[in-house]
Every structure is written in structure tokens, then in C-alpha cells.
């Protein structure tokens, strides 16, 4: 019971953190979406904002998943 909570717990909080990178990759996206818009070249530093926000939620999710995985083989 007690690894339920702890499991639930820790599964709540990787939301979380998900949100909060995808509200920081979203500043680079905008960024990156105006240069195309403008037929500019984006800065290199939006580009790597962007895709090290990308592989953050990318293997947040994965580890969110694991969590999940592991919870309903509890129940």
C-alpha cells in the first residue's frame, strides 16, 4: 500500500515537471516558429533550447511511463 502512494506521488510530480519544460520549450518553439515565419535564419541557441527541452520531456515521459507500468503491476 504504502508503495502505491509513493508511486502515485512520483508520478504526479513527473507531470508536473512535464508541464514546466514544455512551458520552457514553448519560448524557444515561438522563437523559432517567428524566424520561419520571417524567412530569417533562427539563433543557434533557440534551435539547442529547443531540442534540449525536447529530450528533457521526452525522457521524462518515459520515466513517468516505467512508474505507470510499475503501479498497475501493483494493482
Known amino acids: 500500500m504504502f508503495q502505491k502512494g509513493k508511486l502515485k506521488k512520483a508520478i504526479n510530480a513527473s507531470r508536473k515537471k512535464i508541464t514546466v519544460l514544455e512551458q520552457k520549450r514553448t519560448r524557444s518553439q515561438a522563437a523559432l516558429v517567428y524566424a520561419l515565419l520571417n524567412h530569417t535564419t533562427p539563433s543557434d541557441s533557440d534551435i539547442e533550447f529547443f531540442n534540449q527541452f525536447t529530450v528533457q520531456i521526452d ?17
Open 59 to 75: 525522457n521524462e515521459r518515459n520515466h513517468m511511463h516505467e512508474l505507470m507500468a510499475e503501479l498497475e503491476k501493483l494493482v
